[in-house]
């Protein structure tokens, strides 16, 4: 079995409360790096360990970190982000529920590093009963000694606060999340400039996904070049891993990045197989903003060769045949399921949660929802297929945030993999939503390459 | 269309609400009291069922900003309710991963239980419903919320559903 590095301890009885936590070697990061490291030390830890942002986008957090712009008498903001709205994911949720304090420890050695005196945690508002936990814990750690004025002795202050967002998946984009702690309508800025220089208040500010921040943890007690010896390549350490859909063991999984898929979705250890002894027909990897892929390209890349549990790997063939690690939103698909109608349900889910600012998405996001839902619903023509294609390219790199892209791609990519469900759809309307299309070829093996080119 | 209900009835916030609403503001630096708008409105809506423009009104006069700055902000957001609603509000999650393990069954459902569509109000003014976006446990779909404490239900069945609304109703005759 697997190391696990966040979830150890998540089944201990009351690791929810201080006491239990620190008895299992909790906090001892914080005095590790306020005793014996400098906030720069810190820094430089987190860039060896290689570790990505696990909120979606993977960009590496040392140097995110040592882009944090530090002019003199000017405050600076660590801000996490625990917006987690992106469906598919579901791991910051049940990090937060479980093992609270191992995010309050990630802050405030991450605050430390950055010359953070008061952080914000952005909680998304749904989540009262998990900001109820957050406070609690942090009460807790302050209680201790670990928050508040001179922690430790070391002479470092930092207070920790917990925001609640109000309902809108737009603030999980870093910009639109800091206008929203300002007490505004989550419209995301015009970057640049980028939050390490103009963040929360026009201080430098560095945003930052929960498991991120957790991970800052075993980064300092094991040291960056340990972490950095797990996983493959260029995907360091472990990842926790939301899996749902029709599995027969959904749930959070933390995985060693590099894991064969096919190990990951049948063995025992992870999600058990498909649920009901069905057959899997199509697996969104990270959260739907990635590329949807049929069973056959998910579980094998079109060299023939198995897909990892890595961010090279799960985008190897690019958008043609791959598709992306995203935030770990790991959703199967069995093959009683409509692939028209989930493309529809996503297309749906990111017209609601425009903000509206730019009119490629605003517009776009509904004509694709609409003419999605003429398809499900029989009332579709050969044409809508196009049309989709071309709405989706015209939204793709022309929006101010990537919520455009993020409601493309989805579109995009079932139409590519899927078409002979789209267009069954249109040729058979009355059949299009009393019955289910099939699974078809979507799980047979990938034709070798040279047939594949013919 | 977002539309607010007109009303007149006038709110008081107690001193209470009001000492809540002081100890938001104190996490914030001196200036930036408009961050606590958002928090503020839950506990607005926590204590009245809704934010009318009454109350609305007054949260502006509180933290010293103009009142169009607090509705658009309200309007925004998909948390705060511009009308009232039923004691109970049942917020099921319609998205993609789970609406492939029956969300849609669950929410049939619902309606079918309680008599009314999605975002209205039994006549009794216990229960609304609707359907709202990735509530961020889709591995354990299909999921509830009700507010205020956004208490969450979990692998809901037609069965679950039932007895939770029977547990409601309960409660609230008691
Ligand atoms: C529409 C949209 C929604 C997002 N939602 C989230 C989210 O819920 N949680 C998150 O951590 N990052 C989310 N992100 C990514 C953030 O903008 C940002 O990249 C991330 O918080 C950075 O943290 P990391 O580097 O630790 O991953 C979202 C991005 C977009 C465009
Ligand atoms: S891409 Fe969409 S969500 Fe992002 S800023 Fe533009 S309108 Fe808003
Ligand atoms: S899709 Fe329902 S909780 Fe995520």
Request: hydrophobic share 35%; aromatic share 10%.
């Amino acid at each position: 079995m697997a190391r696990k590095l966040l979830l150890e301890h998540i089944n201990v009885p009351g690791i929810n409360t201080f006491d239990v936590y620190r008895s299992k070697g909790g906090y001892a990061a914080v005095e590790k790096a306020l005793k014996t490291l400098s906030p720069d030390d810190v820094v430089e830890e987190v860039k060896k360990s290689g570790l990505r942002g696990r909120g979606g986008a993977g960009f590496p957090t040392g140097m995110k970190w040592s882009f944090l712009a530090k002019p003199e008498g000017v405050e600076r903001y660590l801000v996490c982000n625990a917006d987690e709205s992106e469906p598919g994911t579901f791991k910051d949720r049940y990090l937060m529920t479980y093992i609270p304090h191992l995010l309050i420890e990630g802050m405030i050695v991450a605050s430390y590093a950055l010359g953070a005196k008061t952080s914000y945690i952005y909680v998304r508002g749904e989540m009262m009963p998990q900001i109820r936990i957050l406070e609690k814990a942090i009460a807790e750690a302050k209680n201790k000694g670990f928050l508040g004025k001179n922690i430790l002795g070391t002479g470092y202050d930092l207070e920790l606060y917990v925001q609640p967002g109000g309902g809108a998946y737009i603030c999980g984009e870093e910009t639109a999340l800091l206008e929203s702690l300002e007490g505004k309508r989550g419209n995301p800025r015009i970057k640049p400039p980028f939050p390490a220089i103009a963040g929360l208040y026009g201080c430098p500010t560095v945003v930052n996904n929960v498991e991120s921040i957790a991970a800052v943890v075993p980064i300092i007690n094991e040291g960056g070049d340990e972490y950095a010896k797990l996983g493959i390549g260029r995907s360091t350490g472990t990842k926790l891993i939301s899996a749902g859909g029709n599995l027969r063991k959904p749930g959070v999984y933390e995985i060693d990045l590099g894991l064969p898929v096919e190990e990951f979705l049948y063995s025992d250890e992870y999600c058990g197989g498909i649920a009901n002894g069905k057959r899997l027909k199509a697996v969104v990897a990270g959260g739907s903003s990635v590329p949807i892929l049929p069973a056959n390209l998910f579980l094998k890349t079109i060299n023939n060769e198995p897909r990892l549990m890595s961010y090279e790997s799960l985008a190897d063939g690019g958008f043609v045949s791959g598709t992306m690690m995203g935030s770990g939103g790991f959703i199967a698909y069995d093959e009683d399921q409509c692939i028209v109608r989930n493309t529809w349900n996503f297309a749906r889910f990111y017209h609601h949660e425009s903000c509206g600012q730019c009119s490629p998405c605003r517009e776009g996001t509904g004509w694709m929802e609409k003419v999605l839902h003429r398809l499900e619903y029989g009332h579709g023509k050969m044409s809508d297929m196009d049309l989709l294609v071309d709405v989706a390219k015209k939204i793709e790199g022309n929006t101010i945030c990537p919520l455009g892209d993020a409601a493309a791609w989805p579109v995009a990519s079932a139409i590519r993999h899927f078409r002979d469900e789209f267009e069954w759809h249109v040729t058979h309307p009355n059949e299009a939503t009393t019955r289910n299309f099939g699974i078809a070829h979507y799980a047979d093996p990938l034709p070798k390459l040279e047939e594949a080119a013919s | 269309m977002l539309s607010v209900q007109d009303t007149n009835t006038p709110v008081t916030f107690s001193p209470e609400l009001i000492s809540k609403f002081a100890d938001v503001v104190s996490r914030y630096p001196v200036g930036k009291q408009k961050s606590a708008l958002l928090p503020i409105l839950h506990l607005v809506q926590a204590e009245f069922g809704w934010t009318s423009v009454p109350a609305m009104d007054k949260v502006a006069e509180y933290l010293s900003i103009q009142p169009i700055e607090v509705y658009e902000v309200a309007s925004f957001y998909t948390m705060y309710f511009l009308k009232p609603q039923g004691k109970y509000m049942l917020e099921v999650c319609r998205t993609g991963p789970c609406e492939i393990v029956g969300a849609s069954k669950i929410m049939d459902h619902i309606e079918n239980t309680l008599g009314v569509k999605e975002g209205d109000v039994t006549p009794d003014g216990l229960f609304s419903w609707r359907g709202v976006e990735c509530l961020a446990a889709c591995g354990f779909g299909p999921v509830l919320q009700i507010g205020p404490e956004y208490t969450f239900y979990e692998n809901l069945t037609t069965e679950s559903v039932d007895k939770l609304i029977g547990d409601l109703k309960g409660k609230a005759n008691n």
